[in-house]
C-alpha cells in the first residue's frame, strides 16, 4: 500500500509513468518504458499526431543545414539513427535520393556544399544508403523541371517517413505490450500528492473524469507543453518553448523523378520540393515565429507566396498560388535558446526533470525531432530510471514497429506476396496497402477474395474492410483521422465522400460503444 494524502492506496493501482501527449514523443518514450516493463499510462487530448507531429516535412534526415549552425551532436545522432529507423519500419520508411543544384554566384559556395556532404557521409555510420555524388546536370534527367541555369547537383542520402503513422504505429506496440493509450482524453489537472502524482483525465467525448496515480509524470505535450505547466501541473505562467511555424503547400505533380530537390534560397533559408503520395508535389518549409493558439494555426497567404516563389526560382515552369490543393502548416515547439531568428533555434531536445527528494518527479521534453524520437526516448528513459528506479535495458533500437517485420529494402517482394495472395488487388491499392501497413495489411484483408468482399466503397480505394480495421486497431473516430493521417485520402476523395464516411464511423461508434 501507498499512502498518498492520507488514503491508503493500493499499489497495483499506481502507475509507474503518466505520459501527457500523444505526438511522436509521448508514443516512443511511452512505447519505451512499457517494454522495460514499467506500467505506462498516456493521455492525449485529441487524436495521436493531430499536432505538429503529422505536420512535418516528413523526412527522417540528417539535418544538412544543422552544420552550418555548428549542431554536430544532433546531425551526427540523427543520421545514426536513419538507418535504424528504416529497419524499424520499412514499410512507411525508405531511402529518398536528395538533389541540390548549384550554378556560380549561388547562395553557398561548391566547396562549402562538398565539406558539409562529405561530413554527412561519414560522421553517421551510414551503410545502406548510396554515397554523394556529383551530377552533370546537362545530361541528368534531374534537370529536367529546372532551368537552365543549373548545370551542376549534388545527389546525396536521406529517408522520408509517414510521419501521422510513425506516431500511431508506436502507441499501438505500446498499446500491445501493455501500455494504456487514450485518445481525446485532456488532462485537466495534475497534483504532487506527496511521492505521488494525482492526474485527472477528461473524456472529451462524454466529460467523465477519471483519477490516475503515478510515480512520475512526463510532460510531452509538444507545442502544449508550457500550457500544461501553466495550467495543469504549475498553476502559474511558465516559458520554456520558442514556438515556430512552418507550413507546407501540396501541387498537382511538378516532376517525374522519384527523388527529391533541396533548393537554396537567397534569405539563406532553404525548402525541399518531395515527391508526395504518387500524384502530387510537397513544397516546404517556412519557419516563422507563432505566438497564438497551436490549434488554429493555418498557412499564411505570404507563406504560400513565399513558396511559390522560392520554388519558382528553379523549376522552369513556375508555381503559382493557383496551383495549391492542399496546404498545412505546424508549430515546432523549439527549446527557447535566445536565438535571434527562427530557423537558428536549435532543432535539438531538452529533458528536464523537476521534483525528487521525496517529491513525486515531473519529466518535461522540449523540442525534439521526428528522425531523433527512438534516442529521445532512450534518454528520457534514462532520466526516468534515475528518478523511480530502473527497469529493463534498452531494447528499442533492434526492434520493429507493427507490420515492420521484413527486411528494410523488402518492400517490392512484400507487395508481390501481397498481390499473389491477393490476385484481385489493382497494383496501386496494393502498394498502398504494404506502404501503410507492412505486413499487416493481410491481416486487414482478411479471408476477402474478391473486391465485393472489401465492403462498402468510400472513394479511391478505401474500402469499408479498412475503415474497419482503423477504427478497432488505430483507435480512428473520425473522417479526419483516416483521410489526413492514417492515410492521405482526403486528397483524393471529394466532399461528399469524405461526409459519407464520417456519417458511416459516427453511426459504427455509437453502436459499439
Known sequence: MRNVGGEAVPAQNVLDIFVIGGGINGCGIARDAVGRGYSVALAEMDDFASGTSSRATKLIHGGLRYLEHYEFRLVRESLMEREVLWAMAPHIIWPMRFVLPFHKGGIRPAWLIRLGLFLYDHIGGRKLLPATRTLDMRRDPAAKPLKALFTKAFEYSDGWVDDARLVVLNAKDAALKGAQIMTRSRVVSADREGALWSV???????????????????????????????????????????????????????????????????????????????DFTLIGTTD???TGDPKTIQITEGEINYLCNAASEYFSEPVKPADVVWTYSGVRPLFDDGASKAQEA?????????????????????????????RLGEHALEKIAAAIGAKGNPWTAKSVLPGGDF???????????????????????????????????????????????????????????????????????????????????????????????????????????
Do not use: C
Open 200 to 278: 485527472n483525465v477528461e473524456d472529451v467525448s462524454t466529460g467523465a473524469i477519471t483519477t490516475f496515480k503515478a510515480r512520475m509524470l512526463v510532460n510531452a505535450a509538444g507545442p502544449w507543453v508550457d500550457v500544461v505547466l501553466s495550467n495543469a501541473v504549475r498553476k502559474n505562467k511558465v516559458h520554456n518553448v520558442r514556438l515556430v511555424q512552418g507550413s507546407h503547400i501540396v501541387v498537382k505533380k511538378k516532376f517525374n523523378d522519384p527523388r527529391a530537390y533541396f533548393f537554396q534560397n537567397p534569405d539563406n533559408r532553404i525548402i525541399f520540393a518531395i515527391p508526395y503520395e504518387t
Open 407 to 513: 527486411p528494410a529494402t523488402g518492400y517490392e517482394a512484400e507487395v508481390a506476396k501481397l498481390k499473389s495472395r491477393y490476385p484481385f488487388l489493382a497494383e496501386r491499392y496494393a502498394r498502398r496497402l504494404v506502404r501503410l501497413y507492412g505486413t499487416l495489411a493481410a491481416s486487414l484483408l482478411g479471408s476477402a477474395g474478391k473486391t465485393e468482399d472489401l465492403g462498402r466503397h468510400f472513394g479511391a480505394d478505401l474500402y469499408e474492410v479498412e475503415v474497419q480495421w482503423l477504427i478497432g486497431q488505430e483507435w480512428a473516430r473520425h473522417a479526419e483521422d483516416i483521410l489526413w493521417r492514417r492515410t492521405k485520402l482526403g486528397l483524393t476523395l471529394t466532399q461528399a465522400e469524405a461526409d459519407g464516411l464520417e456519417d458511416y464511423m459516427r453511426e459504427t461508434i455509437r453502436i459499439v460503444a
Open 346 to 374: 536549435t532543432r535539438d531536445y531538452v529533458l528536464k526533470i523537476d521534483g525528487g527528494d521525496g517529491e513525486a518527479p515531473l519529466l518535461n521534453v522540449f523540442g525534439g525531432k521526428l528522425t531523433t524520437y527512438r
Open 288 to 290: 516563422n515565429d507563432f
